[in-house]
């Protein structure tokens, strides 16, 4: 494999080409790396102006989250929201309120991401009732911005001792992944916060029927974080 990624890369240098991974990794790190690069291309109006500076914002903000620099992450978060506000770009106004969510949510300061993560909720709910002919692809990406929401805020509720209503929103999570196409992935996500819930609610029977149909989906499936979740539980 390491052959392969080095031939890859002699290829792509020869055709003075670049992945999209490395077009994200190479101008996070020219920015980065070079502040005055990235003064320059801030203060052109036609950047202030468009959504890619909050999607800037937004890829920064999760590289800073992946490695635990979480209030350099909240306030790149923040920097993406307002750009999206004045745009009038509403799904990724929520899908930035869910990432500032999880990145409290990852701090165990669960009063703050249940703050931001019931707005991402209640924003992609307002979407969907809103939109009269959408296409397929976003119906998809409102129903799965529900299901992050939702999905951690269980969590939450059943951290802090709410079993039932950890229960009630994970079941619901459940219902919204069977929704979605190409959803195996999804329920078996679902089932295993499902089951993890009533893991910390003592149910074990539930717990076990769940977590045991969750493994079932993920067979064939390669995913390490959620197999490893659902073989803990």
């Keep these: 494999a390491a052959q392969l990624y080095e031939e890859y890369q002699t290829l792509l240098e020869m ?5 999209f991974d490395d077009m994200l990794l190479l101008v996070y790190r020219l920015f980065t790396e070079h502040p005055d690069v990235l003064e320059r291309y801030r203060d052109h109006p036609a ?3 468009h959504d890619l500076l909050g999607h800037f914002w937004l890829a920064r903000g999760q590289a800073e989250s992946s ?10 978060f923040q920097e993406a929201k307002k750009v999206f506000y004045d745009l009038g770009e509403d799904f990724w106004l929520y899908r930035t309120n869910h990432l500032i969510g999880y990145t409290y949510y990852l701090q165990a300061r669960f009063k703050e991401a249940e703050q931001y993560l019931s707005q991402s909720f209640n924003g992609f709910s307002k979407l969907l009732l809103e939109q009269q002919e959408i296409s397929s692809r976003k119906y998809r990406q409102m129903l799965q911005g529900l299901q992050l929401s939702l999905g951690d805020l269980a969590e939450i509720f059943g951290y802090t001792g709410q079993f039932e209503k950890a229960i009630r929103v994970a079941e619901i999570v459940l219902d919204i992944a069977r929704n979605l ?3 195996t992935l999804e329920v078996a996500r679902a089932r295993t916060i499902v089951g993890h819930q009533h893991a910390l609610a003592g149910h074990a029977i539930d717990a076990r029927h769940n977590l045991v149909e969750g493994e079932h989906l993920l ?3 390669r995913n390490r974080p959620i ?3 659902n073989r803990t539980d």
């Design 15 to 19: 055709q003075n080409s670049l992945d």
């Design 227 to 229: 197999i490893g979740r």
């Design 47 to 49: 950047w202030q102006e």
């Design 181 to 183: 196409p190409s959803n």
């Design 219 to 221: 067979r064939g499936i």
């Design 67 to 76: 490695l635990e620099l979480f209030d350099e992450a909240v306030y790149s």
